[in-house]
């Protein structure tokens, strides 16, 4: 329930919204290297900050000298984060302990946290989640970066300008994993609460509903606007197809899973309306935004990108990367600092057309797949693998584990966990909520068989996908060696 402090605090974040947006309008890009000078300057500040008020970083740099480029720190991974959490954040009021407890209720999502704070975590893809606290001068500049990079985005028009977008949509809709404390559903309720006017046009659906109930949803609705996960449009791209969603949008928003494009294509087709796409993560928000021209520009003053080789050797520009180190120059509450996030990316160098001197990248994220499993009353129905996730992760409390699809109706799941017992126990622990989700959906009963090895990096790419549908596992995952 909102007190009296929770006005004033949203208020108070509302003014610090304005302010960033005002500045950040106010000084334009002027070109690639004004913007990279200016991300530099910020990174030896957090640097410094990090030094001193963080115990974790203190130590963890305490070899390097203080005058030291960016390049020279060592890279951070989430787990060592994790490890050293009461170590990590320049408030010393926050701890595992406490967040853990504000965590554990569904009630407190988008809520505040020691009164000033929000919190989000993230998927635990190789084991524990990530717990990211946020304080009102991150939120501020993220909120900036979407209110301007679009509208700066060279000859951008009004079709990538995502609030120009929302302020001409009578309605908006957002399909999310809203049983989870996950970014863009605290991001969203904080929004919301900040700009009333927007929570009243706008309707959230769960993505854990069935497919047939968010068509029928949507149609009662009729958004303009549309935001959700590349999966989930994927396959409202195909029920628009086939007639049974019929919505008549002005845009859609894309995020939190890489689109590809081909898919990009088939969902624009599908609804006739363009997809404003964005680059961003749990460790850090909004880091590039899509333009006009296809193409997704850094926002390079506030996030610095290293493209990395598997040695963590920083590449250059046009080599594509096995990972990316993200410095994350807006949030110095737990400071990112050259953090592996996992995606392997691009960076470009060639001027965009659409005139925006930001450089561009091409992201190759995690690809995991959307499972059709048989159906009493369709064909098949579609699982998303962010489903899958959030039925784990939140309903379970169980993380880092690996589904494949071994036949029309089985699926083999590896879990986590140091020996065979523990992993047996996590599989015990995850079989009745997707049984119970399954039946949810109305599949027909679904075999769920334990694989006693921890979840595996496909031989081919080398990259861990949690969710591998038949004809991946036809093709890769079985030729895996085992790891243990
Ligand atoms: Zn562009």
Same mark, same amino acid.
């Given at each position: ?28 890009? +002027?070109? #690639? ?9 910020? %990174? *030896? ?58 965590? *554990?209720? /569904? ?6 946290? !020691? ?21 009102? =001068? ?30 001409? *949509? ?14 863009? /559903? ?13 929570? @009243? ?31 989930? !449009? ?12 019929? &919505?008549?949008?002005? @845009? &859609? ?5 890489? !689109? ?15 997809? +404003? ?33 598997? =040695?963590?050797?920083?590449?250059? %520009? ?11 120059? %807006? ?15 691009? !960076?470009? /160098? ?7 001197? &930001? ?18 009353? #369709? ?13 784990? $992760? ?16 089985? &699926? ?12 047996? $126990? ?16 109305? /599949? ?24 591998? =549908? ?15």
């Amino acid at each position: 329930m909102q007190t009296p402090l929770d006005y004033m605090t949203d208020w108070a974040d509302g003014i610090r919204c304005w302010q960033a947006v005002y500045r950040l309008q106010s000084e334009p890009v +002027v070109s #690639a290297a004004s913007a990279r000078k200016k991300g530099f300057k910020r %990174a *030896s500040e957090l640097l410094a900050h990090s030094r001193q008020h963080s115990p974790f970083y203190a130590k963890y740099y305490s070899s390097i000298p203080t005058d030291s480029p960016l390049e020279a720190y060592p890279p951070v991974a989430r787990s060592t984060l994790m490890d050293h959490f009461d170590e990590w954040a320049t408030d010393r009021r926050i701890d595992k302990k406490s967040v853990n407890h504000f965590l *554990s209720s /569904t009630d407190t999502i988008g809520e505040r946290y !020691l009164d000033n704070y929000l919190v989000w975590t993230s998927s635990g893809t190789c084991g524990e989640p990530g717990i990211y606290v946020q304080d009102k =001068n991150a939120m501020s500049i993220y909120q900036s970066l979407i209110s301007v990079r679009y509208q700066q985005s060279g000859h951008a028009s009004a079709s990538t300008d995502p609030w120009h977008l929302v302020l001409n *949509s009578d309605r908006m809709a957002m399909i999310a994993a809203l049983e989870g404390h996950f970014a863009g /559903t605290v991001y969203w309720k904080w929004a919301a609460r900040l700009n009333p006017w927007l929570s @009243s046009r706008t309707r959230t659906f769960s993505i854990l509903q069935p497919v047939a109930t968010l068509v029928e949803r949507l149609n009662d609705w009729q958004p303009g606007f549309m935001s959700s996960y590349p999966s989930m !449009l994927a396959v409202l791209a195909n029920e628009q197809k086939s007639g049974r969603l019929k &919505l008549s949008l002005n @845009s &859609l928003w894309s995020g939190g899973e890489q !689109l590809g494009e081909q898919q990009k294509r088939k969902i624009e087709a599908a609804f006739g309306c363009n997809i +404003v796409e964005d680059y961003g993560a749990s460790e850090a928000m909004n880091m590039a935004f899509g333009c006009d021209h296809g193409r997704l520009h850094i926002n390079t003053d506030w996030f610095i990108l290293e493209p990395v080789d598997e =040695n963590r050797q920083v590449l250059p %520009a046009g080599e594509k990367s096995a990972t990316t180190l993200v410095t994350n120059l %807006a949030s110095r509450l737990q400071p990112i600092i050259r953090y592996d996030i996992g995606d392997s990316i691009t !960076l470009h /160098t060639d001027a965009c057309d659409c005139g925006n001197p &930001l450089p561009t990248l091409s992201i190759e994220g995690r690809n995991d797949d959307t499972l059709w499993l048989p159906a009493n009353e #369709a064909d098949h129905i579609p699982i998303l693998p962010l489903a899958l996730n959030t039925v784990i $992760e939140e309903m379970a409390n169980e993380f880092g584990f690996q589904i494949n699809q071994i036949g029309a109706q089985e &699926l083999s799941i590896r879990t986590q966990g140091d020996d065979i017992q523990s992993r047996r $126990e996590a599989f015990d622990k995850i079989r009745a909520p997707l049984k119970q989700y399954f039946e949810s959906q109305g /599949t027909l009963p679904v075999k769920l068989q334990h694989d006693p090895r921890p979840p595996q990096r496909n031989a081919v790419s080398g990259k861990l996908n949690q969710v591998n =549908n038949r004809s991946r596992v036809d093709h890769h995952v079985s030729t895996c060696p085992a790891s243990e």
